[in-house]
Nanobody
Framework: QVQLVESGGGLVQAGGSLRLSCAASGSIFRTNDMGWYRQAPGKQRELVAIITIGGTRNYADSVTGRFTISVDNAKNTVYLQMNSLKPEDTAVYYC????????????????WGQGTQVTVSS
């Protein structure tokens, strides 16, 4: 099992910044990727940003240029720096990660964090 613990959400005014963190712990042989998704009320969960073990980053078009994803591999922690926040960024943000459990099993197990609320006021 792998546990993902998020922190850093909160209430901020439009134009402000927040930094989310997500620490992974448990049965991890190797991390394949970690990322952030969000779900606003009445909407489907959507990808915000993802980073692979090789450092490849992908962002949703709506956050490109405003959000930056980074990872501390030694700490198995992924960060999401969110700048120039807009009211439409309001959502519950979920951390997600794909992990290998052992050197003998190449399959990935995927886990979710519990979510952290981000609210941007206008």
């Amino acid at each position: 099992q792998v546990q993902l613990v998020e922190s850093g959400g909160g209430l901020v005014q439009a134009g402000g910044s927040l930094r989310l963190s997500c620490a992974a712990s448990g049965s991890i042989f190797r991390t394949n990727d970690m990322g952030w998704y969000r779900q606003a009320p009445g909407k489907q969960r959507e990808l915000v940003a993802i980073i692979t073990i090789g450092g490849t980053r992908n962002y949703a078009d709506s956050v490109t240029g405003r959000f930056t994803i980074s990872v501390d591999n030694a700490k198995n922690t992924v960060y999401l720096q969110m700048n120039s926040l807009k009211p439409e960024d309001t959502a519950v943000y979920y951390c997600n990660g794909g992990f290998r459990k052992s050197a003998y099993d190449a399959s990935l197990s995927r886990y979710w964090g519990q979510g952290t609320q981000v609210t941007v006021s206008s």
